[in-house]
């Protein structure tokens, strides 16, 4: 199907493109088109002009910028002024086979989060207000930017992670925060899966207040201690002390480099082939998942949020093994597909099935802001 | 304050509506007559007083169910009560409904501490969650002030915070699902893990102040309980240059469990009530407080030292033990009933500011202080530029009433004119309600609308409240505090 592109070069541009009542895929960066459900229509909206920092104050600990702002140039600010956007945005476009150029819109509109979500929160916990454009091609506003608000209905938390299917944002403000003065990786290798969880469980119910805990097979079993100087040698004492067992320390560079390789799934290899699942569940039942998954043939696992999160890679065939895998979930556990060719993802749910009345009352609230199914329609299916 | 005018018809099937209770919720679950009722009359925000049909204290999910659907069916309306510690209104009854009561719902339901969660029915106070795992050195993070009295529930329809949501956020960062009946009975599980499966509806039902529906059950995250805990206390020349250090602090890369403020008026009065050994000659102070392993606690307060005296201090005392922490926010958590000491009423406000605006909205303040002719102390949690002024009046004394509404009214516009909101915790209620169009436009409110018509299109659930009414009355956004006497929960300490 030949696309038309239609670049709005401001809100207001969004807007009018909006009233013309046609469906739109809407783009940013475009490194995120192949994520969620492909969307068939003829009209591209690019938003990647609405660019740019409007205001970013450290004391304020805000940031304001245009949703098609790259997020390396939003990244590379916070950074001058030791800050950061805690929620450890990933960067998958390698894994999804785009190109680089993430915007800020396309991270909101996803609600990634990287390794930290389980010390600072998700996407959705940081996005404090937003301006954008409803299916109705009217333009709202929703939040503040104040970091503490409950004025009204908390449209950005409903907002993020809606993949673009309610409303196309234009300007959002997030809530960032000082980055750490330094960190260290305490490494156990040679663990498997359920000593694994096992030893995140107890790092993590201490107060070594960890900014991450991951396992790969093979590395073993990764513990981030982020902090001031004074702060993080006190809790790497303690906690080895605890955990009582052979280990390596990582200093800084080290500790980094493997945590950005991990937020980037790069454990999981290229993605040529392959589909990637991202299964959310209670820590203490991820081993009993990673034993199941065995009857699914050849495929590699890892964990992060301390077991709370499988990523799982595994050839796609046809189906990504989609029926196969989520018949092996337990009741708390739901699966996303997040990397697979469109085919599979046109014919498989990515997103994890819910209950008739939950998938009844999210659409209707996705009506509210686009009666006529205008946004990335299909989408979030 | 004006309420939506009651719909005579329904109240006339009054009886109707408590036989068909009585054959859901059998024995004491069902009040109507009036002496209990009245119990039931006011929240926190106890200006206001509104007689219920009835009031229900459903047991069971499937009880809270049949009720809604029977209340759907009747044109009943159903105003979902917790602890009753709003300060909006937020559980004002409304004439022509019942007022639900989640009190019965009061049992933790399982504490999962591998996973660092517990799954709790909404009637369970906040406090009670922290205790049920104190032992095995676990909390729950946000600590309104109201703990001991608010329910889980109600924390999280106002999405409450506290003085420690600064580091630890609010609560709608603190949990993780919530169960949900809706209008048409329905039973609806939201949220999960660390990310969710669909839309964020648990999002958007944290803070949605009883408007779309009743919460049943909902799951916490825990958090292994800090080291140490200690806090300094530091008096400034004046609001500015406390606002600097605060700043200072922030851009320092240091986030505080808690940095709160006040002004000279209100560390005289508290001072003079509890005797916390504040500085009397200082014109601001500030609590800043450090939590975490205890060379991570010395270091940075040594930091908040250092900064403190940059910006002006001119005193700073550290707390050496748990006893002197204690005192330290003794009088900070004393300055409402302290400021009921010497004013026969006063009315707070709740708005939420850019944080490098302090210096300035507390500037105009004295200014309005002058122009309406009444005193006012100032009480915030300066971290996260959330005002607590503390109008002074006296409602005897005609015209002092109506100056203390305008001069509320004027904070909070120019806590919106500096790209601040109305209410930084306490909620809408029907208390900001008519503020509401001074912050969004019609279409921002219209969109929010919409989302209360897919919940609940005949406006059954909690009317009155949030959306301006149709017909506007003098906006005003405040609280007000009588005499005492008829404020609610007089021995709560207060934010
Ligand atoms: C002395 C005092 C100090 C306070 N300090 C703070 C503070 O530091 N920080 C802060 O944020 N707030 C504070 N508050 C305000 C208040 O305690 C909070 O808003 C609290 O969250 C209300 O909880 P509750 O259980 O009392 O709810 P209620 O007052 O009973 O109800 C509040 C709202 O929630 C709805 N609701 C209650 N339960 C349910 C349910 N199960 N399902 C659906 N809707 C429901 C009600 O309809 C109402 O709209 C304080 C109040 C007092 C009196």
Redesign the interface.
């Known amino acids: 199907m030949p696309l038309d592109i239609l670049k709005a070069g401001d809100e207001a541009a969004v807007a009018d493109i909006l009233k013309q009542g046609k469906p739109v895929e809407i783009t940013g960066g475009g490194t995120k088109l192949g994520l969620g459900r492909p969307v068939a229509v003829e009209r591209r909206l690019d938003v990647s002009a609405l660019s740019g920092i409007t205001a970013y ?6 940031l304001t910028a245009a949703a098609g702002t790259p997020l390396s140039q939003i990244e590379a600010t916070l950074s001058q002024h ?2 950061c956007l805690a929620f450890e945005p990933p960067d998958l476009s390698q894994l999804l086979g785009a190109g680089a150029g993430q915007t800020l819109g396309g991270v909101v509109a996803t ?1 990634l ?1 990287g390794p930290r ?2 010390s600072a ?2 996407a ?2 940081h996005v404090l207000g937003l301006r954008a454009v ?1 299916g109705r091609g ?5 939040g ?12 950005p ?2 907002l ?3 993949f673009g299917t309610m409303a196309v944002f234009t300007e959002l403000t997030l809530k960032v ?3 750490a ?1 330094t960190e260290e990786t305490i490494a156990l290798p040679g663990l498997d899966c359920a000593e694994a969880v096992t030893v995140m ?1 107890q790092a ?4 070594a ?1 960890l900014s991450g805990a991951a396992w790969v097979p093979g590395t073993g079993v990764a513990l981030r201690l982020e ?2 100087g ?2 993080v ?3 790497r004492q ?1 906690l080895l002390a605890l955990l009582g067992r052979d280990a390596d320390v990582w200093a800084a560079p080290a500790s980094k480099a493997w945590w950005r390789e991990m937020r980037d799934l790069a454990p999981l290899g290229s993605g040529a082939g392959q589909a990637v699942w991202k299964i ?5 039942q991820a081993p009993a998942l990673l034993e199941k998954l065995k009857s699914l043939g050849e495929h590699k696992a890892a964990l992060d ?1 301390g077991g ?2 499988v990523w799982v890679s595994l050839p796609c065939g046809t189906d990504a093994k989609a029926g196969d895998l989520r018949a092996l979930l337990p009741p ?1 556990a ?1 699966a ?1 597909l997040m990397v697979a060719p469109a085919e599979v993802r046109a014919s498989q749910p990515v ?2 099935p ?2 008739a ?3 009844a ?2 659409e ?3 009506r ?2 686009d009666p006529d199914a205008l946004l990335n329609p299909g989408r ?1 299916v | 304050m004006r309420m939506p005018d009651p719909d005579e018809q329904a109240i006339g099937r009054r009886r109707q509506l408590v036989e068909g209770l009585r054959r859901i919720v059998p024995g004491e679950g069902v009040i109507v007559d009036e002496e209990s009722l009245t119990a039931y009359d006011c929240d926190a925000l106890s200006a206001y007083r509104q007689r219920p049909l009835a009031a229900v204290l459903p047991e069971t999910v499937d009880q809270v169910s049949r009720v809604l659907r029977l209340c759907g069916e009747l044109g009943i309306k159903v105003v979902p009560r917790g602890g009753g510690t709003s300060l909006s209104g937020g559980s004002l009854p409304v004439a022509d409904g019942i007022v639900l009561a989640m009190g019965r719902f009061n049992r933790i339901l399982e504490i999962d501490l591998a996973n660092r969660q517990a799954r709790v029915q909404p009637g369970v106070t906040n406090l009670a969650i922290s205790k049920a795992v104190d032992a095995d050195g676990f909390y729950y993070a946000p600590d309104p002030s109201s703990q001991i009295a608010c329910s889980i529930g109600g924390n999280v329809s106002e999405n409450a915070g506290g003085v420690h949501c600064l580091k630890y956020g609010m609560t709608s960062n603190n949990v993780l699902a919530v169960e949900f009946v809706t209008l048409e009975g329905e039973v609806i599980r939201f949220g999960g893990g660390y990310d969710q499966p669909g839309l964020d509806m648990m999002g958007l039902l944290v803070g949605s102040e009883g408007l779309l529906g009743v919460i049943t059950e909902v799951t916490v995250r825990l958090l292994p309980k800090p080291e140490t805990q200690r806090a300094a206390l530091i008096g400034f020349p004046s609001n500015r240059r406390a606002a600097d250090a605060v700043a200072a602090i922030i851009a320092a890369g240091i986030i505080p469990a808690g940095m709160e403020m006040m002004d000279k008026p209100a560390i005289k009065v508290t001072e003079d009530f509890v005797h916390a050994g504040y500085p009397l000659h200082v014109e601001a102070l500030l609590i800043v407080e450090l939590d975490g392993p205890k060379v991570e606690v010395d270091h940075l307060l040594a930091e908040v030292e250092k900064i403190a005296k940059e910006n002006g201090a001119e005193t700073c005392v550290v707390s050496e033990t748990e006893a002197q922490r204690l005192t330290f926010w003794a009088g900070r958590k004393a300055a409402f009933p302290a400021v009921g000491r010497i004013s026969r009423d006063y009315m707070t406000m709740d708005g939420s500011i850019p944080r490098g605006q302090l210096p300035d909205v507390l500037d105009h303040i004295a200014e309005l202080s002058e122009k309406h002719g009444l005193r006012v102390a100032n009480v915030f949690h300066a971290g996260d530029g959330n005002l607590h002024p503390l109008i002074l009046f006296d409602a005897s004394k005609p015209g002092e009433l109506e100056a203390a509404e305008n001069f509320g009214a004027d904070i909070l516009r120019k806590c919106i004119a500096v790209g601040g909101v109305l209410t930084g915790e306490h909620g809408v209620g029907i208390e900001k309600r008519d503020l509401m169009s001074e912050q969004f436009s019609e279409v921002d409110l219209d969109q929010q609308r919409r989302l209360k018509d897919v919940f609940d299109p005949a406006g059954l659930f909690n009317p009155g409240k949030v959306f301006p009414l149709l017909h506007r009355c003098v906006a005003d956004g405040r609280m007000i505090v009588s005499a005492g006497a008829n404020y609610a929960f007089p021995d709560l300490p207060r934010f």
């Open positions: 104050e450290p004391a304020e600990l805000l030791g800050q609600n989060s979500r389980i929160g998700a959705r916990d409803n009217e333009i709202f506003r929703a503040g930017k104040v970091v503490k608000n409950v004025t009204g209905y908390d449209l938390k409903l993020t992670g809606s925060l000082p980055a003065e469980c993590l119910g201490s107060s207040a902090g001031f004074p702060s040698e006190a809790r303690r959310s569940i209670p820590a203490t949020w709370a999160l708390d739901y996303m997103f994890q819910r209950p009345a939950q998938m009352i999210e209707k609230v996705r509210s802001f979030m």
